[in-house]
């Protein structure tokens, strides 16, 4: 028997889950970011998860990882067309959780 192939609400949900994932997109929602802005801007994240999440993000095609060839080299995160799909969902619930 044939597996079937996830909805795409499925695909989605698969894709943000976890407590991390939606808060590093509404920071680089705001633009470019490299690492240490990330660590800064999410308390309490440890760099292992923040890899992880960025990892899993950018194997999604959510977020695009570019080096620049400089010495020290310099690593920025930011969100790819498909992930800025996403900014006026997070704009969304940003609002919906002014009001909780």
Same mark, same amino acid.
């Given at each position: 028997?044939?597996?079937?192939?996830?909805?795409? #609400?499925?695909?989605?949900?698969?894709?943000?889950?976890?407590?991390?994932? #939606? !808060?590093?997109?509404?920071?680089?929602?705001?633009?470019?970011?490299?690492?240490?802005?990330?660590?800064?801007?999410?308390?309490?994240?440890?760099?292992?998860?923040?890899?992880?999440?960025?990892?899993?993000?950018?194997?999604?095609?959510?977020?695009?990882?570019?080096?620049?060839?400089?010495?020290?080299? !310099?690593?920025?995160?930011?969100?790819?067309?498909?992930?800025?799909?996403?900014?006026?969902?997070?704009?969304?619930?940003?609002?919906?959780?002014?009001?909780?």
């Amino acid at each position: 028997m044939a597996k079937k192939s996830p909805k795409p #609400l499925d695909r989605a949900i698969d894709a943000l889950e976890g407590k991390w994932k #939606l !808060r590093i997109l509404g920071v680089l929602m705001e633009g470019a970011q490299r690492n240490s802005e990330l660590m800064k801007r999410l308390d309490s994240i440890s760099q292992k998860m923040l890899a992880q999440k960025l990892r899993e993000l950018e194997r999604d095609g959510i977020v695009k990882r570019t080096v620049y060839p400089e010495v020290p080299p !310099r690593v920025e995160y930011e969100l790819t067309k498909s992930g800025q799909k996403i900014k006026p969902l997070l704009m969304m619930l940003e609002q919906w959780g002014e009001g909780l």
